[in-house]
Each structure stands twice: as structure tokens, then as C-alpha cells.
């Protein structure tokens, strides 16, 4: 039998897949309200995933809804 270490079990493999995480924590991630978050899922900005009874978003995803606002000042 070939010893493992507790950290065997995670691979490269599963850096790979989406961290699905709750509403509550997709709103702080964006530092945003739960119901924000809802909304979103609403009107198809952010993909909701059921998961039972449950609704679940990828955080992995989020970070890439976080546009920049142009500066009149500096758009010279």
C-alpha cells in the first residue's frame, strides 16, 4: 500500500473547477448586498447555479464583472 499525504487527495485537477460559493458570500466578495447578487441572477449578468434548495454562484466568476469607470480627468 503506497502512503499518502492528507494533502494527496487535492490534485492540479482541482484548481480547475469552479468555487461555487453562496450568495452572501458572492455579495461580499463584490461588496455588494445579497439582494444585489439576486438581481444579477436575475437579469443574466451572473449564472446562478440550484444546487437542491439552494442557489450558488462561481466566484470564480465575479471578479470579472468588476469594470473600471473612466476619469474625465485622466482621459486626456
Known amino acids: 500500500m ?3 499525504s492528507a494533502n ?6 482541482d484548481s480547475k473547477l469552479p468555487r461555487y460559493g453562496t450568495l452572501e458570500q458572492g ?4 461588496g455588494v448586498s445579497k439582494y444585489t447578487v439576486r ?4 437579469d443574466g449578468s451572473i449564472t ?5 434548495r439552494f442557489v450558488r ?3 470564480d466568476e465575479l471578479p470579472e ?3 473600471t ?4 480627468r485622466f482621459a486626456k
Request: hydrophobic content about 45%.
Open 8 to 13: 494527496a487527495k487535492h490534485s492540479k485537477r
Open 65 to 67: 464583472l468588476v469594470e
Open 48 to 52: 446562478g447555479y440550484r444546487v437542491g
Open 69 to 72: 469607470i473612466p476619469s474625465v
Open 27 to 30: 455579495a461580499e466578495l463584490l
Open 57 to 59: 454562484v462561481d466566484l
Open 39 to 42: 438581481r444579477r441572477i436575475s
Open 2 to 4: 503506497i502512503a499518502r
